[in-house]
């Protein structure tokens, strides 16, 4: 139900491609690329629904994307009951197992745009070593 009023509060019709996406990102909580997407659906999406629906959903701003130093698109889900991943805030992504995550709890600080010029969105991204890639060193360095 809750994912039903999600969608209808943004004026979009509850189809079941946008439901089962928009549960799942809901559900993970964390940025995911369209193959991860399309791997833990129960129900495969063709390749066109899958990246039409995200489309969908990111003009109606329920999801929004962003993009890693991996070159690779992730999507979030903006949650208005719990706030989780409002897109105003930065994200992690380990460059050793490739996973994001949203560093939800810290904002990002206002940059000055010069006169003139829109801001669209915004983006930051943190990269390094995840704290359980960080462990696997630890344990392969300590062998």
């Known amino acids: 139900m809750r994912i039903e009023k999600i969608l209808s509060d943004a004026g979009l019709r509850a189809t079941r491609q946008r439901k ?6 809901l559900e993970k909580g964390s940025p995911l690329s369209h ?3 399309s ?3 129960e129900e495969p999406l063709d390749k066109v629904t899958l990246y039409r629906t995200l489309q969908t959903l990111q003009t109606a701003h329920i999801v929004h994307q962003v ?3 991996d070159g690779v698109w992730r999507f979030c889900a903006h949650d208005p009951e719990t706030k989780g991943c409002p897109g105003d805030h930065p994200h992690f992504l ?3 197992c490739g996973k994001m995550f949203c560093l939800t709890n810290q904002k990002i600080q206002r940059v000055e745009v010069p006169a003139g010029m829109d801001v ?3 983006q930051l991204v943190i990269y390094g070593c995840c704290q359980e890639c960080s462990i696997e060193k630890t344990r392969a360095d300590n062998k």
């Open 39 to 41: 791997s833990m659906l």
């Open 94 to 96: 380990c460059l050793y």
């Open 120 to 122: 669209e969105g915004k």
């Open 67 to 69: 993009q890693g130093l």
């Open 35 to 37: 193959s991860e997407i």
């Open 20 to 25: 089962v996406v928009l549960s799942l990102l």
